[in-house]
């Protein structure tokens, strides 16, 4: 099927420390692979993106690279702030049986993070 | 340029009564997707609409509908309001749905007593 995996949260860690989200995937396809974030009170944010396998995304800091091997799409980051702290989603299209694909967005449980001072 | 915009951001309602939420897509976005996001299910696929089309329908009963404008302004609609309809309620926009990357707005928080 369809869906995507996350490690179970919360997460704390002091500021600079290093920071990894687990995300997998299942392996139906290549789907596009994304990463969200959304802080208090908010709604969603693109943080980064991957589009076949290998790519890597980056963006303020975090990075993630696609593998196809592990069907996996890790978030991570060397040394996280406390404006960090807020609730991570790892996120992919379904793929329909022939290929295609549809466009709304699967989502992980999300990994609530807190950065302490 | 301006982001996903919703309204109202809070409502409040009570059961049985029905609920409209407006949600505004950036400019040039023709595809708007709704979602539903609750502490216990996480955040789940309501519909999407493209070209004021519903193009993809997630698993929610049909008291939950929308529908989409020729500007690409979307609303959803849910009538008989329940206790489990409270929730956050999430639009996103993309230029053209598919694997395109959506925007999502600020959300309508909606609480049913």
């Known amino acids: 099927g369809n869906s995507v995996t996350q490690m179970e949260g919360p997460v704390t860690l002091s500021e600079e420390a290093f920071l990894t989200i687990n995300c997998t995937y299942t392996?139906?396809?290549?789907?596009?692979l994304f990463w969200y974030v959304q802080y208090p009170g908010e709604g969603l944010q693109l943080l980064l993106k991957?589009?076949?396998?290998?790519d890597k995304g980056s963006n303020k800091g975090f990075e993630a690279t696609y593998r196809k091997e592990t069907t996996s799409f890790h978030l991570e980051k060397g040394s996280v702030q406390v404006s960090d702290s807020a609730v991570y989603f790892c996120?992919?299209?379904?793929?329909?049986?022939?290929?295609?694909?549809?466009?709304?967005?699967?989502f992980g449980k999300g990994t609530k993070l807190s950065v302490k001072p | 340029k301006a982001g996903v915009t919703q309204t109202p951001r809070y409502l409040i309602k009570t059961r049985g009564q029905q609920v409209t939420l407006s949600c505004s897509p950036i400019?040039?976005?023709?595809?708007v997707s709704w979602y539903q996001q609750t502490p216990g299910q996480g955040l789940q696929f309501l519909f999407e609409?493209?070209?004021?089309?519903?193009?993809n329908k997630g698993n929610f009963p049909g008291r939950f509908s929308g529908r989409q404008f020729s500007n690409s302004r979307s609303e959803m609609n849910v009538s008989t309001l329940e206790l489990g309809d409270s929730a956050l309620y999430l639009c996103?926009?993309?230029?053209?749905?598919?694997?395109?990357?959506?925007?999502f707005g600020p959300g309508t928080r909606l609480t049913v007593t």
């Open positions: 996103a926009s993309s230029w053209s749905g598919g694997v395109a990357e959506q925007y």
């Open positions: 392996a139906t396809g290549y789907p596009s």
């Open positions: 991957a589009t076949k396998a290998d």
């Open positions: 996120a992919r299209p379904p793929l329909l049986n022939y290929g295609g694909s549809q466009g709304n967005l699967i």
């Open positions: 400019s040039g976005h023709r595809s």
């Open positions: 609409y493209f070209s004021e089309t519903q193009r």
